[in-house]
């Protein structure tokens, strides 16, 4: 049998992992998979590849998927790599992250968005697209892979920080790269109250992540909601 839909009350990524992996051992295959409270979650997909650190405490049960292309999605500071990281370690799997420490217009963004939220979202198309060629290139191999964003965050992203002439120019460019993403055939959708959000924010220290304001990730949680409201893999 397989499960259609997943629906589980957690406190916090390892619990999401460990309802995730104990019904996918019992039932073989998850359709879709939502988590209320400390976070939430659903079905999608999206990434760059490295091997999955374990750290020393972590107990991480093997555990054998169906799925191909794992994707867990949310907005900012939901969990999405330490759970990718967890699920990638659970189906000893490629781990495809997104490398916003490597955007050099991030920190700008989030001084002053309106003088940098052009060239951020460039610069992560550009990232996003590449990454999704090198999943393409090696698809021959058949390898799981669990990633900790979908391609289509990226348009999503730009509605809500462009402007309209910018996001027509994005658009554009958008169009012209012809990116051939490959399709996760699971997405998590991770969901987690704005205060939760400023908490693991601010617990994680990242620098120029503590400049991040309130109403920005309120946006950003109801854009994200909008999306998965539609959503079809």
């Known amino acids: 049998p397989r499960v259609s839909a997943l629906v589980c ?58 799925h191909r292309f794992v994707v867990v999605e949310g907005p900012i500071g939901v969990g999405k790599t330490s759970l990718a990281r967890r699920l990638a370690a659970s189906f000893g799997s490629d781990l495809v992250l997104e490398q916003g420490e490597d955007n050099p217009f991030l920190e700008r963004f989030y001084r002053n968005p309106r003088a940098a939220a052009f060239q951020t979202q460039l610069y992560f198309l550009f990232q996003r697209a590449r ?49 051939d993403a490959p399709v996760p055939d699971l997405v998590v959708y991770l969901q987690a109250p704005v205060d939760t959000l400023l908490e693991r924010i601010a617990r994680r220290g990242i620098h120029y992540e503590q400049q991040i304001e309130r109403r920005y990730l309120e946006r950003l949680t109801e854009a994200y909601a909008r999306f998965f409201l539609e959503f079809e893999a």
């Open 9 to 66: 009350d957690v406190a916090d990524e390892a619990d999401v992992a460990r309802c995730f992996t104990e019904t996918l051992a019992t039932h073989g295959r998850i359709d879709g998979c939502f988590a209320n409270a400390g976070i939430g979650g659903r079905v999608v997909e999206d990434g760059g590849m490295r091997p999955p650190p374990v750290q020393p405490n972590d107990a991480v049960e093997s555990v054998r998927t169906p």
């Open 131 to 179: 990454q999704m060629q090198e999943l393409r290139q090696h698809d021959l191999f058949q390898r799981v892979r669990v990633a900790d964003y979908l391609l289509e965050k990226d348009r999503l992203f730009g509605r809500l920080t462009l402007d309209d002439e910018e996001f027509a120019l994005y658009e554009q460019v958008y169009s012209r790269l012809a990116i």
